[in-house]
């Protein structure tokens, strides 16, 4: 219900019009990465892989159930919650959580979903990594490791791109339905064709980094 409900402001009231390339449901349990600018990227994903498919789960920082709306939705579907600390003891719960998430995941329908850059973009964090990529930082491939590890083999990788256009973007300009358009691109991968990951994230942040881009 939070879902369709949030598709319809998105869709119906704010009219914001989405630019997809690619199928949005192609698998029932598919893994989902994402680049990350905006909390506004949440209920994008949830339209994209939930209004016609499967619930879809996110590893999200423990600081996002604070957001109104959105964590109080997190919340309240229990998603997995991550420390993302550089302690031992929080990599290593953390190391649990997403463990026990991949799992769980393909026993029922179902998409998970890993923002691998770790945190938004921001142009700022972007100097600081001295990312290479257009509007993008770099990716972190340790919870992908850990996913591949422990996910049914025949699992596909659904990839999302984000395009919100050269404006700043920030969730409470998206509430107000700015943009108007969202373009979005969407590929499939095996999990199972991916030897090394780091590798493999690197290339389509390169891709991604190309779709930005061109875009504009």
């Known amino acids: 219900m ?9 869709r119906d009231v704010m009219g914001i019009e989405f630019l997809v390339d690619g199928e949005p449901n192609r698998y029932s349990s598919p893994i989902v990465i ?19 498919g499967p619930i ?49 995941h393909g026993a029922e329908p179902g998409a998970l979903l890993v923002f691998p850059e ?10 600081l990594q001295a990312s290479p990529y257009e509007r993008l930082l770099v990716p972190k491939s340790g919870g992908m490791k850990i996913i591949k590890a422990s996910a049914d083999p025949a699992t596909h990788v659904m990839d ?6 050269v404006e700043p973007v920030n969730i409470w300009r998206c509430l107000h339905g700015r943009p108007k358009q969202i373009a979005i691109k969407i590929r499939y991968y095996p999990l199972a064709d991916i030897d ?7 290339e389509r942040w390169q891709e991604k980094s190309a779709f930005l881009a061109d875009a504009h």
């Open 118 to 127: 770790g945190t938004r973009f921001t142009a700022n964090k972007q100097r």
């Open 196 to 202: 090394d990951m780091q590798t493999w994230l690197n």
């Open 160 to 165: 999302i791109t984000i395009d919100y256009g």
């Open 56 to 104: 879809i789960k996110f590893l999200i920082k423990r600081e996002l159930v604070w957001v109104p709306v959105i964590g109080w939705i997190c919340l309240a579907l229990n998603f997995p919650r991550l420390y993302r600390g550089k302690d031992k003891s929080l990599r290593a719960a953390d190391y649990s959580k997403i463990q026990g998430a991949t799992q769980d």
């Open 34 to 52: 994402c680049n990350h600018q905006s909390w506004f990227d949440i209920p994008v994903v949830q339209d994209l892989v939930t209004r016609d």
């Open 2 to 10: 939070a879902v369709r409900t949030d598709s319809f402001w998105m």
